[in-house]
């Protein structure tokens, strides 16, 4: 793949548009399909250059028994306070914005499941820094964003090297601030996701210290609010909803081009940038089964916040979910797709 360089202030104009999988403030977008068939409206919440984007790019939208409203959000946290609030019937967010909400004790609940490659959550250094392994983090000043994926990656990268927070200076800074800052050299690391993984290594700015592979469970949910799951109708769209992300999710794995086209377009990204994250984690995605393994493995991420103190209490993650659309999925720990090398 060509390389290229950019700026910070270029990267920073791309990425502030992106929705990161699991912090930020919302930021309002709603639009309604108009093919006129059925009277049944759907809220759904979205992030830019998410569900709505691979739905229309798959061709998933052209014959929909029920209109769909979207609302577009920066992230999965304001999201999922949508779902509480009843004002979203269901959106798409990572792994770890489930666990903050549950351990708010907001009404949510967990109704799909997909499986990525985790090669996407870096811990990112200045690509001439001496740092070369998780364990010469001690001591480094480190940007995150709060309860996001990439936080449960920093704790579990400095765990296994025998560290914990405390061993580091935590930045918790958002990605836009986070880049900012990691450009101009006042953090020592960045822990971040696909897209600005992608996006940092492209620039020749930066390289991997650690990723999640191994760290992290690599899975992304759809999230749905149960007053929607009690209504029959809506739960019969949220079922059709949830069958046409997963076929569009393998219509990305089959078409890794025509997706970075479509996602770049919406997002800004460069085309560049938005294929290697595609191969990297993004088009990897293959829809499970929200199993005992699924459920076991989002304990240990509540668990572990709350040991921390960054959520108020433990408690049941299996409360929280509802098992209806599992059908014949494969496991949870089922292998990610993969693109090879190019991966």
Request: proline residues 5%; neutral net charge.
């Amino acid at each position: 793949m060509k390389s290229f360089r950019l700026s910070a202030a270029a990267l920073l104009v791309p990425l502030a548009l992106l929705a990161s999988a699991c912090s930020g403030a919302s930021a309002a977008g709603d639009t309604t399909n108009s093919d006129g068939k059925g009277s049944l409206v759907l809220n759904v919440g979205d992030q830019k250059g998410g569900s709505e984007a691979l739905l229309r790019a798959a061709g998933e939208l052209d014959d929909l028994p029920y209109r769909i409203k979207w609302s577009t959000f920066t992230s999965g946290p304001p999201l999922l306070e949508a779902v509480n609030a009843k004002a979203v019937d269901i959106g798409t967010v990572g792994n770890t914005p489930p666990v903050f909400a549950a351990g708010a004790g907001s009404k949510i609940t967990v109704v799909a499941a997909t499986h990525g490659d985790s090669a996407g959550e870096a811990i990112l250094v200045p690509k001439d820094s001496p740092l070369r392994t998780a364990r010469d983090l001690k001591g480094k000043r480190i940007a995150v964003a709060q309860g996001s994926s990439a936080h449960f990656q920093l704790i579990s990268s400095l765990r296994q090297a025998g560290l914990g927070l405390d061993d580091v200076q935590v930045s918790l800074l958002q990605p836009a601030d986070a880049l900012a800052a990691f450009t101009s050299g006042k953090v020592d690391a960045w822990a971040v996701w696909d897209p600005y993984t992608s996006q940092v290594l492209l620039s020749g700015k930066g390289r991997v210290l650690t990723d999640g592979r191994g760290l992290v469970n690599g899975l992304g949910f759809q999230v749905a609010a149960p007053s929607a799951l009690a209504d029959r109708e809506k739960a019969k769209a949220i079922g059709d909803l949830v069958e046409r992300l997963r076929r569009a999710q393998g219509w990305v794995f089959d078409h890794p081009e025509d997706w970075a086209k479509a996602w770049a377009k919406e997002t800004g990204l460069p085309y560049e940038v938005a294929l290697a994250a595609v191969k990297r984690s993004n088009g990897t995605r293959i829809p499970v089964a929200l199993d005992d393994a699924a459920i076991a493995s989002e304990q240990k991420i509540a668990d572990t916040f709350a040991e921390l103190k960054l959520i108020p209490h433990t408690f049941r993650f299996a409360d929280y979910v509802d098992t209806r659309f599992n059908k014949d999925l494969p496991p949870s720990t089922t292998p990610a797709r993969s693109y090879g090398k190019a991966s």
